[in-house]
Structures are given as structure tokens and as C-alpha cells.
């Protein structure tokens, strides 16, 4: 097991600290480091608010208590982390975040204005090209029966104030 | 005989042909709504309400009774197939029941679901003819201080559930309790925490979109990060429904399911909630394939869901008797009940013995409409399964999206429910498991307000927890356990403690 002082004869200075830096950046040590930016977050936003004492808890104890904990936690990983098999982070799938979540956004921006078929329809379809394996004939004939079966259960079936078709017009 | 007597009552109340039918149509209609990703028993519950209004009181309760079971059932069937918990005692059968799904074990999943909380119903209904009134007595024992331990001991068994890091677990839980405290705190007369001057917030995070998002989107978006194909599901589905000795070896983590959940269910607040968390521990303490649970462990999926289902008949009494709710869907039943002109009171079972005898009974009823509908059904979602996944998992995002505009008929909560998964997916590129999370979450502003009150009657004396007997025996049982939890795993390979799955 290694640990980051390795002596490398190389005449290339900064090619060592990267290496050094990079190696610390294990999933640990980062979940670590969130954790403790989130407590120490959590206490700043609570700052306007009082502790008061402990015959009379105020509203802001119960948050201090846990952003304590939690920013405990994550320095105990921090530190464990230099000790144990460094993890690193694998890739993110960069297609399938940006389309999933572009269609959650657009669901939701489309809703209203124009109704729910198109609305799950479109939808659909943004949120089925998120993989590399969709095929769009497929999307499209999918996305239409999506379209009917969300407006046949919950605007026909269980009578639920959504507008069905687009309202801008 | 008391108990003889309470039954025939029940009976004579509950197997009417036009109760039957109720019944029948809301077991039929929560299984259908429950089922579908975005709709949890919430808000399948809220959603179905409307058509009770009609009936008279007793057949409106009857039905309610059978769409909460249909929902929670259903609610366990998303779980088990898509990895979306609808409500928070769901959260556990996520974690066997999913797993086993993975590997083409799903319809066992759900029989043995099914078949568990069947006999839970069971051995709960004959519990509660027998011992429902003297019962009602004891949860009126428990103070502040024993409902803050008990609390605290529940999500102690949240953490145990970990098959990862327990320290990764325990920080979720805690995570848990802090994002439970964002929007508006009552017990200070609407103090705003944490919201970040925005509207939205002040109301809080709302627990449905909260688990859509985690566990749902979540689960999507690392699908799809997997580059190998995720078509283990068609794994030779020989078996669909449990084999007898799936049956047999389910047994014992049913029996005791049911006597956890029993227990656990009558005592007043969050006791119905913890139920499946503590028999999942128990199951895993006690197995001698411990390995097992997290990767399809059948007892993993048959002790919780038996618990649940014990639990959730059990809770009727506290519930009845002292209009205490262990849950948001248990609110909602309140609502619902009151909306009929029943107030929840200690003399409900007095007063109205026709209602109180009627409802356990065709609870039952109930359970075994659940079976009948249920397990010629497991072929259908299995079959579910078998759609591509590049085809399915859009459909389960524009019904959750659906599922979370319902919730308020706001499109921020659409919104909510990207963050949501995002976070979701962030945790599980960490190694964090959200469950943990999801408990800590729902038990927050209890545990919070019980230690507030606490104090304040102790008048800031921190022993008080110590000084009660019935708080002082959980807390030597949280700690207990929680020592048995770290050390297996401080003997193994130290180099493994902080490593995920």
C-alpha cells in the first residue's frame, strides 16, 4: 500500500505535485470534505437564528447538533482516507445526466402552457434519448402511447385538473 | 369470550356483500394506482379518497382500508421492481427486493411479499381481538423522553441496514435529520430554517419527491452510466411465484416480522415506521448467510414486509384510541376518518365497537383480496419487465414527473425532483446509501420536537434520558446494538471499513 511520498527522479518539478494532489482525491476523502462544507453550510445559514439554552432549546440547536455530527463524520473519512486502497471516482455519464435532467426541466416548463399530452410526448422523447442505444421511430410510436396512457389514467381516470391540450393557442 | 365476541361483531360487519365489494374495489383500484412509479400510497390515497365520499361511513372506511392496503401493496411492488419506495417503511424492501429482481428473482419477490403479509394480517388481527383493549393503556406510558429514545433507536437500526460503511450510513442518517429540519419550524412559532429565502422551501421537503427522486431518477441516471447492458432481468424467470421452499425458508423471518411488527406498531408515533428497519436487522443479525442480505436476500423482502403489514394493522389502535398517526399515510386515514364523523378518542372502541371491530375485520378481508388479486398479477409486472429498458425508463421519468406534479399541482416540485435525482445519483457515485437518509428524514421533526420537549420538562436536565426506566432500556439496546454493528466489521479487514459497495 502507498502512501504519497514516493521519491521520482524526474526533472519535470510540477508532474510530482500533480501527482501528489491527485492522489488524495480519492471518493472518500472528497465525500468527506462535502460533508463538512455541508455542515459548516447548514451552520452559517442558522447563524440568524438562536441556540437558547438547554432548559428552552431554540430553533437552531437540533441543526448545530447535526452539522456538528456530520461535519465530524466527514473529517473522520477525510482523515481515514489517506490510510485505506484509494478509490477514485469512475466517469459520469455526461449524455444521460444532461438529457434525463433536461427532460424533468422541460416537463416541467412545458406543462402548463401546453397541456399534458404534448407535454408527455415531449417529454419522452428528450428524456429517451439520454442513451446512446435509443432508436427514434421507436421513441416516437413510445412517446405517443406514453401520451395517451398519462392522460387516460390521470386526467380520464382519476379526474385530475391537468389541461390536456395546449393552452397558449 | 371478549375476543370471540369482538370478532363476531367484526364479522357480522364486515362480511356484508355490499363491504366485501368495497372492499374488493379498494384493494383492486390501490394495487392498480399504487403500482404506478410517481405514485406512492400518499398519493394514491389522497388521489382515491373522492370516491368514499358517497358511501356510508362504515362501508367508506372499509374501502379506505382495502385502497391503503392495495396501495401499500402496490407501493412494495414498485419498490421491488423499480427501486422506487413510495412511503417510508418501503424503503427496506428496496434493498432485498430490488436486488433480488436484478437477478431475475422478482416474481419471488413479490409472492413472497404477498404470502408474508398475508400471514402477518393474520396472527395481527387475532392479536388485536385478543389483547386490543388493555393494550391501548400502555402507549399512554410513554413520555417524551421514551418516544426521543425509542426514535433514536430506530434509526440506529436504519444504519445497521448498511451493507456499505456504516460511518457513510450514520452521516446519511444524520444528513437525514438536517434536511428534515429545512421550511418552517412550528414549535417556535414559524421560525424559517434553512431555507435560503426561498419560498418554496418554507414549506419543507416533501418526503414523496424526495424518494422519487433519490431512489427513482437516481437509479436511472446509474443505469445509464453502466456500460455493460442491464438486461439481467431476463435470467431464466423459471419460477414466478416462491417454490415451497422459498416458503419454508421465509418462515421463521415472517413469524418474526409479525411479532416485531406487532409490538412496535402499537406503540404510539413513529413505532409502525421502524418495524421493517428492526426486522431487517434482526434477519441479518440473526442469519447465518448475513453476506447475503443487501445482494437478494429472500428473508431481506419477507421480515420487513411481514412487519409492515403487522405493524400497519396494529397501529389502528393508537391510532383510534389516541388519534395518533405513525405516518403520513396514517394522517391521511385520520382525515379521512374524521371526514366520516368518527374523532379519534379512547372510547372509540367503546362508543362505536360496530366500526372499530368492523375495520380490523375486513382488514383481513382486505389481506386476502390482496392475495387473490395479487399473485395471478405477479405474472403481468414481470412481464413489465421484460420492456427494454432504453423504452422503460423514460416512461418511469414522465410518471414520476406526473407523480410529483400531483403532489401540489406545482411544476417547482417537477423541478425539485431533478435535484433530487442528481443527489441521488451523486450518493451512489460516493458509495452513500440513500435509505439511511430516507429514515432519518421522516423521523426528524419527531425526534426533534421530543427532544425539545424533554428538556424543557427536565427543565434542562440531559440525564432525563437516563433517569426514565423505559428510556433508559431502549437507549442500553440502541447502544448494544450499535457496538454489535461497527465490530464484526473493525475485526475484518481494517483496510475495507470506509469502502463502499
Known amino acids: ?169 | 369470550m371478549d375476543f370471540l365476541q369482538h370478532l363476531g361483531l367484526g364479522a357480522a360487519v364486515a362480511l356484508t356483500a355490499s363491504n366485501m365489494l368495497y372492499c374488493f374495489i379498494g384493494c383492486l383500484v390501490g394495487t392498480l394506482i399504487g403500482v404506478l412509479p410517481g405514485l406512492g400510497p400518499i398519493a394514491t390515497i389522497s388521489i382515491l379518497l373522492p370516491i368514499t365520499f358517497g358511501l356510508d361511513p362504515i362501508g367508506a372506511l372499509i374501502m379506505l382500508a382495502g385502497i391503503y392496503y392495495g396501495a401499500q401493496y402496490g407501493g412494495s411492488t414498485t419498490a421491488i421492481l423499480l427501486r422506487i419506495p413510495g412511503e417510508a417503511n418501503s424503503v427496506v424492501t428496496v434493498i432485498d427486493g430490488y436486488a433480488m429482481a436484478e437477478q431475475g428473482r422478482a416474481g419471488i419477490a413479490l409472492g413472497i411479499a404477498a404470502i408474508g403479509s398475508f400471514i402477518a394480517g393474520c396472527i395481527a388481527t387475532l392479536f388485536i381481538a385478543a389483547v386490543g383493549s388493555p393494550l391501548a393503556t400502555i402507549a399512554i406510558r410513554f413520555s417524551a423522553a421514551s418516544y426521543f429514545s425509542l426514535m433514536l433507536m430506530g434509526l440506529v437500526f436504519a444504519v445497521t441496514l448498511s451493507h456499505g460503511s456504516v460511518v457513510k450510513s450514520l452521516a446519511m442518517t444524520i444528513l437525514g435529520l438536517l434536511l428534515s429540519t429545512i421550511g418552517t419550524d412550528i414549535a417556535t412559532a414559524g421560525t424559517r430554517r434553512l431555507t435560503f429565502g426561498s419560498e418554496y422551501l418554507d414549506s419543507g421537503i416533501n418526503f414523496s419527491l424526495l424518494a422519487m427522486g433519490l431512489f427513482g431518477i437516481g437509479e436511472i441516471l446509474k443505469n445509464l452510466g453502466q456500460t455493460e447492458e442491464a438486461e439481467s432481468t431476463t435470467a431464466g424467470i423459471g419460477r414466478i411465484l416462491p417454490s415451497w421452499s422459498d416458503i419454508r425458508n421465509s418462515l421463521g423471518a415472517i413469524l418474526r416480522g409479525t411479532g416485531i411488527g406487532m409490538f412496535l406498531g402499537i406503540l404510539p408515533g413513529s413505532g409502525a415506521v421502524i418495524s421493517p428497519f428492526a426486522s431487517y436487522s434482526v434477519e441479518k443479525r440473526i442469519s447465518r448467510t448475513p453476506e447475503k442480505f443487501g445482494h437478494g436476500a429472500i428473508q431481506g423482502v419477507a421480515g420487513p414486509e411481514s412487519a409492515n403489514n403487522a405493524a400497519a394493522q396494529t397501529c389502528f389502535i393508537p391510532l383510534l384510541t389516541l388519534g395518533l398517526p405513525a405516518s403520513a399515510v396514517m394522517a391521511l386515514m385520520i382525515g379521512a376518518m374524521t371526514l366520516q364523523g368518527i374523532t379519534p378518542g379512547p372510547n372509540v372502541m367503546n362508543s362505536r365497537p360496530d366500526l372499530f371491530w368492523g375495520m380490523i375485520v375486513s382488514m383481513w378481508v382486505g389481506n386476502l383480496f390482496l392475495i387473490i388479486i395479487n399473485l395471478p398479477l405477479v405474472r403481468v409486472w414481470v412481464a413489465l419487465l421484460k420492456v427494454p429498458y432504453r423504452i422503460l425508463f423514460p416512461a418511469i421519468i414522465v410518471f414520476c414527473c406526473m407523480g410529483a406534479y400531483t403532489i401540489n399541482n406545482s411544476t417547482d416540485d417537477v423541478m425539485m425532483l431533478a435535484v433530487f435525482g442528481l443527489l441521488g445519483f451523486a450518493f451512489s457515485k460516493f458509495s452513500f446509501e440513500p435509505a439511511p437518509l430516507l429514515l432519518g428524514f421522516v423521523l426528524g421533526s419527531m425526534i426533534e420536537d421530543n427532544l425539545r420537549r424533554s428538556l424543557i420538562m427536565s427543565q434542562g436536565d440531559m440525564a432525563v434520558f437516563f433517569k426514565e426506566p423505559l428510556s433508559l432500556a431502549l437507549l442500553i439496546i440502541t447502544a448494544i446494538l450499535l457496538i454489535f454493528t461497527i465490530s464484526p466489521k473493525l475485526r475484518t479487514n481494517r483496510n475495507n471499513i470506509f469502502q463502499g459497495d
Not at chain 1, 482525491?25 to 447548514?42: H, K, P, Q, Y
Not at chain 1, 428552552?56 to 448545530?64: S, V
Not at chain 1, 473519512?77 to 427532460?103: D, H, M, N
Request: net charge positive; proline share 6%; glycine share 8%.
Open chain 1, 1 to 169: 500500500m502507498e502512501r504519497g511520498y514516493i521519491v521520482v527522479k524526474i526533472d519535470n518539478a510540477s508532474a510530482i505535485k500533480s501527482k501528489h494532489i491527485k492522489h488524495y482525491l480519492t471518493v472518500d476523502f472528497i465525500s468527506g470534505a462535502f460533508l463538512i462544507i455541508i455542515g459548516a453550510g447548514a451552520i452559517v445559514s442558522s447563524a440568524n437564528l438562536e441556540l437558547g439554552q438547554l432548559a428552552r432549546p431554540g430553533p437552531a440547536i437540533f441543526i448545530w447538533l447535526n452539522s456538528v455530527l456530520l461535519a465530524a463524520i466527514g473529517a473522520a473519512l477525510c482523515v481515514f482516507s489517506t490510510f485505506t486502497e484509494p478509490v477514485y471516482l469512475a466517469q459520469w455519464p455526461v449524455r444521460g445526466i444532461l438529457f434525463v435532467t433536461a427532460g424533468i426541466l422541460s416537463f416541467s416548463l412545458m406543462l402548463h402552457p401546453l397541456g399534458m399530452l404534448a407535454t408527455c410526448f415531449l417529454s419522452f422523447i428528450i428524456s429517451g434519448l439520454a442513451t446512446a442505444k435509443s432508436r427514434p421511430p421507436e421513441l416516437l410510436v413510445s412517446g405517443a402511447v406514453m401520451a395517451l396512457l398519462c392522460a387516460g389514467t390521470f386526467a380520464l381516470g382519476l379526474d385530475l385538473p391537468i389541461p390536456l391540450f395546449p393552452t397558449i393557442f
